[in-house]
C-alpha cells in the first residue's frame, strides 16, 4: 500500500518516495547570525510507521551526534517502508559552545512541552513537541554520561509498558533500566503524544567511544528489522547474548578528596569486594581503596582523575529483573 498523504514540518511538505533536508531556526544568534538546526527526512514510497532517531538535546553530548550520523552515512535511514526522521544535533547552540545547556542558561531536557512565547529553551521544546513529535510513532533519543561519567551503552526506559519493553529487547544494547519519565524532559512530552520513545545512553561528555557507537547504530538496525523498515541489503549483527535487565541500582559515593585510578570495572559484573579505583592524595600520604559494596553490573563510572569526598564514582546494579 502506498501512502498517498505528504508529511509537513515547518510548512514543508515531503511526499511519498521523496528526501528532504529541512532547517529549523528558531532564533538568531545575538550577533544576527542564523543558526539553522537540520532535519534530515527520508521517506519510502511504501506506506508505514514514522520513526525518530534524535541526538545532541545536551550539546556536549558527542558520542549520540556520532550514532545518528552514523544512521545517514552508511545510508540506514533509508526506510523499505514509512519514515525515517534524522535530527543528529537537537541543542546547536549547546554543541556549537560545547555545553550542555542552551545559552540561555536553561537545560533544554527540563522545559518540555515548552512554550511559545517563553525563553530561548522553552520555545525550541514548543517547536520541537508541535511541528515533529505529532508525526512520530516511535522514537529513540541518543545521549552520554555527563560530568566525566562514563555510561556503559544502556537503553533506558519507562516502566510497565509492554511495547516499550518489545523495543528494549529487539534493541538489546547490554543493559537495559527502567528509569520514570522525568517532568519536563523530552522523553516525558513524547509520551504524552503517544510516541514510543526509547532513551539510550551511552559514553561521556565530549567524548566518541567507538564500541558505544558501535552498540548505538546495530540497535536500530535490529529496531527498523523489527519494523519491517530496514533496507535488506544492510547486514545486522546478532548480539552475543540479550540485554540484561537491572531494576535497582546505587552510586558508590567516594569517602574522600583526592586522584581517583580507575581499574576499569566499566560493563562488567563484579563481585562484593572487587577493587574498582583507589584514591590517593597527590603528597604520597595515602591510598584508599573503592571496593564493590555487593555484587552487580557497574553501569557507570567516574572518569574525572580528581574526586571530592561524597562524589558519585561508580552505579552499581543491585536487583536484576529479567
Known sequence: MKNIKPIVIL????????????????AKLHNTAELKIPIIVRRSKIDGPVVLFSAGIHGDEINGVEIVRQLITKKINRPKKGTIICIPIINMFGFLNKSRKFPDGRDLNRVFPGSKSGSLASRFAYHMLTEIMPLVDYAVDFHAGGASRFNAPQIRLAP??????????????????????????????????????????????????ESVSDAGVQGVKRILRHLDMLDPKISVEEPESETIYIEKSAWIRAQCSGMLHDNGCIGRYVQKGTLLAIITDPFGEFERKVNAPNDGYIINANLSPIVYQGDAVYHISKTLKT
Open 11 to 26: 510548512g514543508e511538505s515531503i511526499l511519498p518516495g521523496e528526501s528532504k533536508t529541512i532547517d529549523m531556526e528558531i
Open 160 to 209: 510497565n509498558n509492554p511495547e516499550l519493553k518489545t523495543l528494549a529487547d529487539v534493541f538489546n544494547a547490554p543493559f537495559t533500566l527502567y528509569s520514570k519519565n522525568i517532568a519536563g524532559s523530552f522523553r516525558n512530552s513524547s509520551h504524552k503524544l503517544n510516541v514510543q520513545m526509547l532513551l539510550f545512553e551511552g559514553g561521556k561528555s565530549l567524548d566518541i567511544d
